[in-house]
């Protein structure tokens, strides 16, 4: 999207009703960052024309659907090797989530440990930094029951920008999903 300058988020509360329609849409607005808001209306007319399966568990049910925007200059963007000095700030210190729907988690690095602490559960990785600007998340421990099968598993982290207040742009791939995701993480305690 040119629209974005980098990453931003809409968040949209659905509510389905008894015969599995959508009913209602309403914009969360405490958790959307994009400003078109003729995209935004564009999008909340086409999820207003969602009909589920007539057994779907979602019937009678609201809940939040989140959509990403990325500025289509991050396709292949990369840091040049002398902009990866820039990194180094990030190398530890306590950090949160660009994307709305995961701000109240805290990440937490220290040497070659990252923490991420959410109220119900806590995620524990080594984190082996390849490069200033690339580093490899090693799942170590979670209390999350329905993550405990990603012990072991890695997810590969590529700083693509950085930006001028404490945060940075990151490609990322994992090696138990397909896919390339984006996202920011912005720096907030040494």
């Given at each position: 999207m040119d629209d974005v300058e980098?990453?931003?988020y809409i968040t949209m509360n659905i509510c389905v009703d008894t015969d599995a329609k959508v009913s209602n849409i309403k914009l969360v607005e405490d958790k959307t960052t994009y400003?078109?808001?003729?995209f935004i209306e564009y999008i909340r007319?086409?999820?207003?024309?969602?009909?589920?399966?007539?057994n779907s568990d979602l019937k009678n049910t609201c809940f939040d659907v989140s959509v990403r925007f990325i500025n289509r200059k991050y396709k292949e963007k990369k840091l040049k090797e002398d902009d990866c000095s820039a990194c180094e700030k990030f190398k530890e210190g306590e950090f949160r989530y660009g994307a709305e729907e995961f701000k109240d988690i805290k990440v937490v690095r220290k040497r070659n440990i990252q923490k991420e602490i959410r109220k119900d559960n806590v995620s524990v990785f080594k984190i082996t930094w390849v490069s200033n600007c690339s580093y490899i998340l090693t799942y170590k421990k979670t209390s999350h029951p329905k993550r405990k099968h990603?012990?072991?598993?890695?997810?590969?982290?590529?700083i693509i920008d950085v930006l001028n207040d404490d945060s940075y742009v990151c490609k990322i791939?994992?090696?138990?999903?397909?896919?390339i995701d984006y996202g920011i993480f912005k720096k907030i305690k040494e």
């Open positions: 980098s990453i931003a400003a078109n808001d003729t007319t086409k999820l207003q024309t969602v009909q589920f399966k007539e990603l012990v072991d598993d890695e997810i590969y982290v590529e791939t994992a090696s138990f999903t397909s896919g």
